[in-house]
């Protein structure tokens, strides 16, 4: 069944001006066609009452939630071209609470004032749409882009930094995942396609993050998120 990440207005769902489109157009939705819409981390299941003009009516509210025990925030350096889509379609797909853009000293892409507004939009319609595809119950965050300097901004109970240096044993990085309390919030970041420079690592230790390695192999920056947010999500999940 369509999922849809909306507004709750009464008894009546309202959805954005795209997905109406894409409800009536792509999904060609008759009257009594049934969709679920979120709003606010919660679900609902729907019907539709009319097409033309478009009312959405409230059958009842679902229990479900497909969400991590742990809020995992992923701080993914910036990538180039269609790499950084898909990173942020697989995080969301994975469970994240909130990507957060990094710009790190060896990042290729760059995210200029100018452009940003427009970039984030985009990016957000891509974890919007992974959101809905994964039958989500609440959309990640996607709103800061920050300089390494900043991430003391990052609230998070652990903080863990993937690290090319350290490639070799897991047992730092599975030890750490295994030490996850309850409630708590875990930040796992990534570097760019350059990987992390000898400042940065000595900064982020600074700052209370923990080098760990992601095994023996040099992994992309792409595979490198998928495996550590897959390792997180497959622990919290385990039972
Ligand atoms: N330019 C670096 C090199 O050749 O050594 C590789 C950087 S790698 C493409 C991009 C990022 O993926 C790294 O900065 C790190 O965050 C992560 N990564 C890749 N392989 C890793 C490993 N074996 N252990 C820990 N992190 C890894």
Do not use: W
């Amino acid at each position: 069944m369509q999922r849809y990440f909306g507004n709750i207005i009464g008894k009546e769902a309202v959805l954005a001006e795209s997905d109406q489109f894409h409800l009536i157009k792509v999904m060609r939705a008759r009257v009594n066609d049934q969709i679920e819409v979120v709003c606010e981390g919660k679900l609902f299941l729907c019907s539709v009452e009319s097409i033309k003009p478009l009312s959405i009516k409230i059958i009842t509210r679902l229990k479900e939630n497909n969400e991590l025990k742990n809020d995992v925030v992923l701080i993914a350096s910036l990538l180039k071209g269609e790499k950084l889509d898909l990173v942020l379609q697989k995080a969301t797909e994975l469970g994240v609470e909130e990507i957060v853009l990094l710009q790190s000293e060896r990042s290729i892409a760059k995210i200029r004032n100018l452009d940003r507004s427009f970039k984030l939009e985009r990016f957000n319609r891509i974890v919007k749409e992974a959101a809905e595809q994964s039958k989500r119950t609440r959309l990640p965050l996607l709103y800061r882009v920050i300089k390494f300097d900043q991430l003391p901004e990052i609230r998070a109970d652990i903080k863990l930094m993937a690290y090319e240096g350290e490639k070799g044993s897991t047992s730092s990085f599975l030890n750490a995942v295994k030490s996850v309390k309850s409630g708590e919030r875990i930040a796992i970041m990534i570097g760019p396609e350059g990987g992390f420079s000898e400042n940065e690592v000595n900064e982020a230790k600074e700052y209370g993050y923990k080098t760990v390695s992601l095994g023996k192999r040099i992994l992309r920056a792409e595979t490198a998120s998928f495996y550590a947010l897959s390792v997180l999500a497959a622990h919290l999940e385990r039972k």
